[in-house]
């Protein structure tokens, strides 16, 4: 089940009292494919939106199957449901519902006629006809796609009027409205009815957090580990140069038994092989012999070229 699934099906779930299913109607005639005294048409790939438009357009309108139901196979294999209302008594009574008394107001939102408590129904609804949440794991975007500009507009004013930072772009034949923010998605998700899918979206927020910081981790402690063998594998040249020229023999005791602890121990830390000498010193006092090793294998160098 894909979240945007999950979503829609939590909304579903959550429009029960009478309000709040007229708002959410209205939210999901006005952003349908058409909706037009002459043509409501609405469009859906997931079964349970569509059992609630069947449900809704009965229960507000008053009748009994007032919809009919058209499904279709996609080429990826998903069923397309298209829900049309043919009676044109029907489609009155939806208009007169709505009081839109006018075609200029066909594709507007009228904010008066929304209930102050219901008004996140109506976008509840919006999003049920056009909108999409894209999986979290691989990113944060949730989108409206609107067939039109004014009604755009309409609904980044109404999603601005309750704290919701929306953006809004143009795409082909579509206005869409759309969120990136993580919290902002949280938000419209919990203002809209679907708390648990808010949740969700958390504990993926979580995770992916974790799981950056420990590739952090695991990625400074690789480059470390590359680092400390690095300098090893020159530690070892040098004091090998020292044997093969001069002779550990010619080291004073604390830098021979240094240049023997590397010898038998390349892959060590600084501190591990200050800790393995005779007399144990600490990182800096390890650093400073290795440093002093090198320094007597460039001088035989310098010397010898």
């Known amino acids: 089940m894909s979240f945007s699934y999950s979503v829609k099906k939590e909304l579903c779930s959550v429009i029960t009292d009478k309000d709040r299913k007229y708002c959410c109607l209205y939210g999901m005639l006005l952003f349908c494919k058409s909706f037009t005294p002459d043509s409501i048409i609405f469009q859906t790939e997931n079964d349970l939106v569509c059992r609630l438009f069947l449900s809704l357009a009965d229960d507000v309108i008053g009748g009994t199957e007032i919809a009919d139901v058209n499904v279709t196979e996609k080429k990826n294999g998903v069923s397309l449901y298209s829900l049309s209302i043919p009676s044109e008594h029907y489609r009155e009574e ?32 919006a ?113 090998e140069y020292i044997m093969a020229t001069e002779g550990l023999d010619s080291l004073s005791p604390e830098l021979r038994n240094a240049a023997e602890i590397r010898l038998e121990n390349p892959d060590v830390s600084l501190k591990e092989l200050g800790e393995m000498l005779d007399k144990p010193v600490g990182r800096s006092g390890a650093n400073h012999r290795l440093k002093k090793l090198s320094e007597i294998a460039e001088r035989i160098r310098a010397e010898r070229n």
Not at 100 to 111: K, N
Not at 137 to 148: D, N, S, T, W
Not at 209 to 230: F, G, P, Q
């Open 127 to 239: 999003f049920l006809s056009c909108g999409s949440i894209t999986e979290p794991i691989k990113e944060y975007h949730l989108e409206f796609a609107v067939p039109y500009y004014d009604l755009t507009q309409d609904l980044l004013i109404l999603l601005t009027s309750v704290g919701i930072n929306a953006k809004y772009t143009e795409r082909k034949n579509a206005y869409v409205i759309y969120l990136k923010d993580s919290e902002s998605i949280e938000d419209l998700l919990t203002l809209m009815g679907a708390t648990m899918s808010s949740i969700d979206l958390m504990n993926v927020k979580i995770y992916k957090d974790v799981r950056n910081k420990a590739n952090r981790i695991a990625n400074c402690d690789s480059a470390n580990i590359e680092r400390t063998l690095k300098a090893s594998e020159r530690q070892i040249t040098d004091i």
């Open 94 to 125: 939806i208009i007169y519902r709505y009081r839109i008394s006018s075609r200029t107001l066909i594709h507007r939102i009228q904010t008066d006629i929304i209930d102050n408590n219901s008004v996140f129904a109506f976008i509840a609804g």
